[in-house]
């Protein structure tokens, strides 16, 4: 029970204020037109001291109408709430609307106070005992305890301390966030200090000296002082009513309605929507006008059905919202919708995509998948990775959901859809399987094509030449990404054996040529070049340009070569290449010359049989050796008699 905050809900002048009091011996009317009004314009706090230093913390909420707004405000951050209703009124307008505010907002747990018990007889007080009960039927407060109480008189009020000191609440709290983000619900300046904003903590904790930012003015500032329930700490957690001293800003540059957080948070004008619509707007078109308040913060919005079929009776919907101005959501996020008067509640609900695109056509599967993914964070993160164009950052993520990467990657861990690669900068970039299969299908394709129109080309392309083939689907804005990306495809084809390795290039196994007369007739040409050339060997770039006087381009030429080199026709060592009829030819030649004369044969003498230079003689004896065909003894070679057997072999 440290970190927890228990608010009131009621009708005006239902004795919310003076039940606090008698809890608590805290006013929570500090503002004096609420004391010459007799009634809560703004959000009062108070606090009760249990001991191990733990407080119960109460938030006091308005019941007049007209500060409806200032209600929601302080209903967003409990946990528990207080339904109070006077026994001489009993329920009353304001009763049932904050009830059903409550319930929009997502609180599960409460109790209901019956107060001034000692302004009605028995007969009274067992009759608005009954409304009540049968009130609560349906939502969170059905089958939850009823108090009657005389806050003035103190009737009832030490039962319902134990009860609210004794309860096992630990139960019940919201579920643990993981970054640090407060609605502003107060500001004020405090002399030496400078500025100090109050809210309740909705995730995770500060500290003294924290950096944090505020929005939507986007500025860094620092914390300087926590007091929380009267007391300076160092730090405090979620769930805590806090005031925050903060320097790097001008109490005139923060207002009420401004998040105070330590991370981004998405920024969007439109957000998906899980909405519960009340009984005040079942016969309303499928667009309407309406202020959306969220936090501390309210504003105009559109609200677009996007259900099929509209149904006067159906109150639970998927909408989307468009916001006049831009504004910042977390998925899981509850809110309440007012009319465009701001004078009743017409629905409320949850955030379930904080940046969703504009759905231009509305159909049941986007509401299956949005219904799907409002209670499902992993079916979100799918959804989102499939319908979004570009590769997405697991930081999308991280904001959207205000969760920690390491929760994220786990969730992803889990699927059978999407996976995620770690770039060379660190960056975690997620992707559809999907996605992936039709990149190597687009890659792969176009790397036939090209193979069909340059069968010459046996030893592939290079990966810069695979990035234009796929480019098209690598749709990330960073060309380091994409690079990565494709890096990641190539792997996966590579064990898939649906691609070839040759040094920095790549090709598809067992690649077939069909080649054409024009290149039939090129490749002739070429090999009578080389034949032309004798036994001596010839630097590729040289003999080029001696092709080019021949017709034939300086690339086709390369291509040739490589050609035949995969034909075994070009035989390379060192820095010449020999056309292998000539090098046939030398071998014949190192033979007779040995089996005609008693020991070895020496570099001079092979030179001038081939007419040569010594240069050329020498790689050939290197090629002959590294084959096997001739042995080394000093300056001398040799015929090894076992070359037959080995070649066999």
């Not at 509850?334 to 409320?348: A, E, K, M, V």
């Not at 034939?552 to 070569?561: G, M, S």
Request: overall charge neutral; some cysteine; aromatic content about 8%.
């Amino acid at each position: 029970m440290e970190h927890f905050i228990i608010g009131t809900a009621g009708h005006i002048d239902h004795g919310k204020t003076s039940l606090i009091k008698a809890l608590t011996n805290m006013d929570c009317d500090t503002h004096p037109e609420e004391k010459k009004r007799g009634i809560t314009i703004n959000l009062g706090f108070a606090y009760l001291p249990l001991k191990d230093d733990k407080y119960l913390a109460f938030v006091d909420v308005p019941g007049h109408h007209r500060f409806i707004s200032n209600m929601i405000s302080g209903v967003s951050g409990i946990d528990f709430v207080m339904l109070i209703v006077a026994a001489n009124d009993g329920v009353m307008p304001q009763t049932i609307e904050h009830l059903k505010i409550c319930s929009l907002l997502g609180i599960k747990n409460g109790i209901v106070v019956i107060n001034k018990k000692d302004m009605v007889d028995d007969d009274m007080l067992e009759l608005c005992t009954e409304e009540v009960s049968e009130l609560v039927k349906g939502t969170f407060l059905e089958d939850k305890p009823i108090f009657q109480v005389s806050s003035l008189r103190g009737d009832g009020i030490k039962e319902l301390k134990e009860y609210l000191q004794d309860e096992d609440y630990d139960l019940i709290l919201k579920e643990k966030q993981d970054f640090f983000r407060m609605y502003v619900d107060r500001v004020f300046n405090v002399s030496g200090f400078g500025a100090v904003a109050t809210g309740t903590i909705l995730a995770d904790a500060i500290g003294t000296n924290d950096v944090i930012k505020l929005l939507p003015n986007d500025n860094e500032v620092r914390i300087r002082q926590i007091q929380r329930h009267g007391k300076t700490v160092d730090t405090a957690q979620q769930g805590s009513r806090v005031a925050i001293n903060i320097t790097g800003i001008k109490k005139r540059d923060i207002q009420l309605g401004d998040i105070l957080t330590k991370t981004d948070l998405p920024k969007s004008s439109r957000i998906d929507v899980k909405l519960t619509l009340l009984e005040a707007i079942k016969d309303n078109a499928k667009r309407f006008d309406a202020i959306l308040l969220i936090g501390t913060n309210k504003m105009s919005v559109q609200v677009k059905l996007l259900d099929k079929d509209f149904e006067g009776s159906k109150e639970k919907r998927v909408a989307q919202i468009y916001l006049k101005e831009d504004w910042y959501f977390v998925k899981g996020e509850h809110f309440i919708l007012r009319n465009t008067s701001s004078d009743t509640t017409i629905g409320g609900g949850v955030v379930i995509d904080p940046l969703p695109l504009n759905h231009k056509k509305k159909s049941e599967k986007l509401v299956e998948a949005l219904e799907k993914y409002a209670e499902d964070n992993l079916a979100y993160i799918e959804f989102k990775v499939n319908e979004r164009i570009h590769l997405t950052s697991v930081d999308y993520f991280v904001n959207a959901l205000q969760m920690k990467e390491e929760k994220v990657l786990v969730l992803i861990d889990q699927s059978e859809s999407i996976r995620y690669l770690k770039s060379r900068q660190g960056v975690k970039f997620i992707f559809d399987k999907k996605q992936i299969s039709r990149i190597k299908h687009i890659l792969l394709q176009n790397l036939e094509k090209y193979h069909k129109n340059n069968p010459l080309n046996v030893t592939g392309v290079s990966k810069k030449k695979l990035a234009l083939f796929a480019e098209n689907s690598l749709n990330s804005s960073d060309a380091a990404t994409n690079d990565e990306i494709l890096g990641f495809v190539i792997e996966e084809l590579e064990e898939e054996k649906q691609l070839s390795r040759i040094a920095n290039n790549w090709k598809l196994p067992n690649q077939k040529t069909e080649l054409s007369d024009v290149e039939k007739k090129q490749i002739k040409l070429v090999e009578a070049l080389l034949l032309e050339n004798g036994m001596s060997g010839f630097d590729i770039e040289k003999m080029a340009k001696e092709a080019s006087y021949e017709g034939i381009e300086e690339k086709t030429f390369k291509h040739i070569i490589k050609f035949l080199g995969s034909q075994k026709k070009i035989i390379r060592h060192g820095d010449l290449s020999f056309y292998h009829v000539m090098v046939d030819r030398a071998r014949k030649t190192v033979s007779k010359f040995l089996s005609e004369n008693k020991g070895g044969i020496t570099v001079s003498q092979f030179r001038d049989l081939i007419d040569g230079n010594r240069k050329v003689a020498i790689q050939l004896f290197e090629i002959f050796e590294g084959e096997k065909f001739l042995l080394r003894k000093g300056d001398e070679r040799f015929l090894n008699p076992n070359f037959h057997k080995i070649i066999k072999h």
